[in-house]
């Protein structure tokens, strides 16, 4: 049984947008009971907050935990930032759905971002994922999307091609299927293959089924350089033709070419939404991004999947036509942009591998890791792909801190912490660092934002994207998903140390249950998974 409790004397930040005020709280069978002041004591226990800042708990609106729920159902590193609630299944990545005969396919497109995902850490629908995770038990909440690459692969695999009327009908079948028993929505990947081999008339199909059951498609659009209008061009108008909710994950503006192209994307959002179309954004707080290393190759040179493409490095011909286009091509005259002619090798660093014998090179550049295997990049590159199996993660350093502003001070921003968990690797610095860098860094020492405008950004903003109309604030009712922290919280996470925990969050409830104690985790599990309200 939850027991009652009263907080007192906090100051209470309620993620409205609101001042902060002094005040209690009283929790009471997992719920908010009561919010105001000098609330009297009833014999429950009472903890003295001391002035320390009381807010809902954050909610993280864009991440890639769904395979680290499994594995470490605690969270630490997310709860001791103060995080309750995650959203999992973004960019077409999700462990579900999977189908007969396809099933290496679905590991392999999954563990390409996260690394090696084992037959039993894939499931049929939803549902199954859902259930593997209330058996284990969760400490945090869990929102999760069907991602379009799982559902693509499950009723057409790796081809590039638009899909047979029969097939189109399928998909959207399972996903109205998962849709039905509580997914949040849909997630695109339109740079990741095979998600990024649709074209319009499938994805306005499966955005109607989407918008048919009130709930979200996100979408990492198809560029986020020099193409970056036409890209979210593309997704306003595919919202505007379902009438489906929105939200346009990490926007960004990358290569210093093309520094300042938040503030005219934003602007295309702002007339969108004056023209009644509902979306929003999410982004996190670093200049630099992070993801799988096939990134770096044209998506046509992963038709037919992993296999295909490693084929293809190891053929001569189809090495060399390659090569070209990741050293050469910049989008001008039919050409595919390389994002390493964009920013340089210098400016791509290895951050994760899957070998034992490839662990030398994580945390160096592209560039200086060639040098020390004796290689030019592009071929350092090709065989790193061919002997980790296309499952290498890397950081990318893009963005200007003007366009990082531009997005964050927005109000359609929220925080999203795009973190891609992989144990004993050096992951980037967000997974660890994302919510505290913005109280802190951000909004205390350099006045980006005020406090209760980036707790908003964390809480009720998130909240109601995606339908959890009883998290995201402080009020009586609401579920007691709190975080009680210092004014002098800080991330300590960095690139060359990414893993560092952060500091200050004293205390974590999940639907009024301690989950972190004086900065420790308690071994509790009261997450749940949750659909739309």
């Not at 999954?110 to 037959?119: D, R, V």
């Not at 592009?378 to 531009?406: C, H, K, W």
């Not at 903003?461 to 998290?471: K, N, Y």
């Not at 900065?519 to 997450?527: D, Q, S």
Request: proline share 6%; net charge negative.
């Amino acid at each position: 049984m939850v027991k009652d409790l009263l907080i007192r004397g906090a100051r209470i930040v309620d993620g409205s947008g609101a001042p902060w005020f002094l005040g209690d709280v009283r929790l009471s069978g997992g719920r908010i009971a009561a919010v105001g002041a000098r609330l009297p004591a009833d014999g429950v226990e009472v903890l003295e907050a001391a002035g320390r800042y009381l807010a809902p708990g954050f909610i993280d609106a864009h991440t890639h935990d769904d395979l680290m729920f499994l594995r470490e159902p605690e969270r630490l590193e997310k709860a001791i930032q103060g995080v309750t609630t995650i959203v999992v299944g973004n960019c077409s990545f999700s462990l579900y759905p999977k189908a007969p005969g396809r099933t290496d396919a679905l590991r392999g497109h999954f563990g390409a971002l996260l690394g090696e995902t084992g037959e039993d850490e894939i499931f049929t629908d939803f549902a199954g994922y859902k259930m593997a995770l209330e058996t284990n038990g969760i400490a945090l909440n869990l929102v999760s999307l069907v991602g379009h690459g799982a559902l693509r692969l499950a009723v057409m695999g790796y081809d590039e091609r638009a899909p047979t009327p029969v097939e189109l009908t399928e998909m959207q079948r399972l996903l109205a299927r998962d849709l039905a028993a509580g997914a949040g929505g849909l997630s695109l990947g339109l740079v990741y293959p095979p998600s990024a081999f649709a074209g319009t008339a499938e994805l306005v199909a499966l955005a109607e089924t989407v918008a048919a059951h009130q709930a979200v498609l996100t979408a990492h659009v198809r560029s986020y350089e020099a193409e970056l209008i036409p890209a979210v061009d593309e997704f306003l108008a595919l919202l505007k033709s379902s009438g489906a909710q929105g939200l346009l994950s990490h926007l960004q503006s990358a290569g210093k070419p093309n520094w300042g192209g938040v503030a005219r994307a934003i602007k295309r959002l702002e007339a969108a939404r004056a023209d009644g179309v509902d979306v929003s954004f999410d982004m996190y707080p670093y200049p630099a991004g992070s993801s799988t290393i096939l990134q770096l190759l044209p998506p046509t040179a992963q038709s037919g999947g992993i296999d295909a493409l490693i084929g293809r490095l190891q053929d001569p011909v189809t090495r060399a036509g390659l090569r070209q286009s990741v050293e050469e091509g910049d989008g001008r005259n039919g050409t595919w942009p390389s994002k390493v002619k964009l920013i340089g090798w210098n400016n791509v660093r290895i951050s994760g591998v899957g070998q034992p014998d490839l662990k030398r090179f994580e945390g160096k550049a592209m560039d200086v890791a060639a040098t020390e295997a004796a290689l030019q990049p592009f071929d350092f590159l090709a065989d790193l792909v061919i002997r980790d199996g296309g499952q290498t993660t890397i950081v990318m350093f893009q963005l200007g801190e003007d366009d990082l502003r531009a997005a964050f001070t927005h109000p359609l921003h929220m925080v999203g912490s795009d973190s891609l968990p992989r144990p004993g690797t050096r992951p980037h610095p967000r997974a660890y660092g994302t919510f505290p860098r913005v109280l802190g860094k951000l909004s205390r020492d350099e006045g980006w934002l005020g406090l209760e405008d980036a707790v908003r950004r964390m809480t009720s903003i998130a909240a109601q994207r995606f339908g959890l109309m009883d998290r995201g604030l402080v009020r009586p009712g609401l579920a007691a998903d709190l975080v009680l922290f210092t004014p002098d919280l800080a991330d300590l996470a960095s690139f060359d140390s990414p893993t560092e925990l952060a500091s200050g969050i004293d205390r974590v409830w999940v639907a009024g249950e301690t989950i972190l104690a004086d900065g420790k985790p308690t071994g509790l599990r009261p997450g749940r998974v949750l659909g739309r309200h």
